[in-house]
């Protein structure tokens, strides 16, 4: 009797189709996985101080510190034997004021603290973060006329500051003041005062988002008033980041930047459609902190939930990743 098979009506169905085949055993899943982290996808945000021997965590960031030069150094070299290719740079001034002078000092603390790491460890790429809202008394990304922010007035204090943390060692150029026209201003400085081949990684969509509480306790930089909604991004607008985007590109923005991350994977992925330069994606303070706040009280994996989200970052689109959790990244995936 000849063997009775009874086919599915359309192509591919049940039960011919069973996708369950390639979920079975971890190395089949490993083989077949479509997005995978690597340790280089990833930027190590790190905050720098003055003084020495400092090493203080940063409450609302657990496993964040706030460190001294001679400790940052430290962190660096093992930052690269990690595996990870670079660190992006915040600095703590010893003092403030209505222009944010210590950001373009030469003596200022990001500028020392990147002729240490590039003593300590010369084949890590440093990124300095460009804004001044760290430096200036009153908190804000740019100089204040008339109770706001002068957009204008601005732009070449951010000149001025690229061109000195150009002149310390920086690798890459992070500007993330959100003021119009500031990348076309960097990159005239940078190149006239002779650092041409200096990148420039623009946080091009930067949203005024309320998950950078953490942040502003560790940058010590809450507005003195008002609030950042009057140049950062409407949480609202999606359109809008992709113009920004290409009027970073048109000015001369290497690398461009969504921020924050796992919020707004929508832009990421509308942004890797259209535009063909690398796309960073920041995954902030506040998304950290959540991931960690709610792995210490027992509520989810730690590392299954950081693994998760930082996944979906590059699953939507982007090339590079800035996280706090880029040193647990790598030790967990050298674990397995």
Known sequence: MALKIDLPTSAGAFPIRRLRR????????????????????????????HGQGVREEIPSMPGVFHLSTDLLAEEAVAVASDGIPAMLLFGLPRSKDEVGSEAYDDEGIIQQAVRAIKAAAPGLIVITDLCLCEYTSHGHCGVIRDGTVDNDATLP????????????????IAPS??????????????????????????????????FYGPFREAADSAPQFGDRRGYQMDPGNAREALAEIALDIAEGAD??????????????????????Q???????????????AAARNGWLNERQAALEALTAIK??????????????????????
């Open 278 to 292: 690398p796309i960073a994606a920041y995954n902030v303070s506040g998304e950290y902190s959540m991931i960690k």
């Open 255 to 276: 690398i461009v930047m969504v921020k924050p991350a796992l919020l707004y994977l929508d832009v990421i992925r509308q942004a890797r459609e259209i535009f063909v």
């Open 157 to 172: 204090l951010l000149a001025r500051t690229a061109v000195s943390q150009a002149r310390a060692g920086a690798d890459v």
């Open 22 to 49: 390639l979920r079975g055993r971890e190395p089949l899943r490993r083989m077949v996985r479509e997005t995978a982290l690597d340790v280089a996808d990833f930027i190590y945000p790190a905050f720098v101080c």
């Open 177 to 210: 003041d959100m003021m119009d026209g500031r990348v076309g201003a960097i990159r005239q400085a940078l190149d006239e005062h002779g650092y041409a081949e200096t990148p420039i990684m623009a946080y091009s969509a930067k949203y005024a988002s309320a």
């Open 315 to 336: 699953r939507a689109g982007a090339d590079i990743i800035i996280s706090y959790f880029a040193r647990d990244v790598a030790r967990w995936l050298k674990e397995g």
